[in-house]
């Protein structure tokens, strides 16, 4: 009889215990915590150079400054300074120059800043949550790796007890 006809023994039955190592990944991210925009944000300290590090800072104290709704309302009383004298020109060309050069670059830097603030903090929540979930799996995963380490002492179990019966069984139905 072929090896794939014959039924499985008792000692094939059962597959050899897994001795389980948790992936260095799963270590990484509890040291790491999730990935959120504002723990980039703050200068890096021990790393670079001093004068790296001090315009960091002042790149990222002008940024949060600019960066702000109230920015933008001074930006557009700067700007509207300068549009009596383009409308007075009277030529198309420093009409335009004024509101692309002048409007639009002043007023918008600030208003995108404000809409990618709010997009970073959008960006750190969905982080979070997925930390938090990622968590989740990998608890549930240790209770269900705990419940089939269970299961399989029971499946060993009976599967002495089996081997016990099996001489019996023969007996009996010679």
Do not use: C
């Amino acid at each position: 009889m072929p090896s794939w006809a014959r039924p499985p023994t008792l000692e094939h039955v059962m597959p050899a215990k897994d001795n389980y190592t948790p992936h260095d990944r799963v270590t990484e991210r509890e040291a790491e915590g999730p990935v959120v925009t504002h723990a980039h944000h703050k200068p890096r300290r021990r790393r670079g150079h001093r004068l790296q590090r001090l315009n960091e800072r002042i790149g990222l104290r002008i940024t949060q400054s600019v960066g702000t709704m109230w920015a933008a309302y001074v930006f557009v009383a700067l700007t509207l300074v300068s549009l009596p004298a383009a409308l007075s020109s009277g030529n198309a060309i420093v009409i335009v120059a004024w509101i692309a050069q002048t409007f639009l670059q002043l007023v918008l830097l600030p208003i995108i800043i404000v809409g990618q603030n709010i997009q970073a903090k959008a960006s750190d929540a969905r982080s979070l949550a997925t930390y938090k979930d990622a968590g989740a799996l990998l608890e549930e995963s240790a209770r269900i790796r705990a419940h089939l380490d269970e299961q399989d002492k029971v499946i060993a179990q009976l599967l002495e007890q089996v081997r016990d019966l099996k001489p019996q069984i023969s007996r009996k139905t010679k």
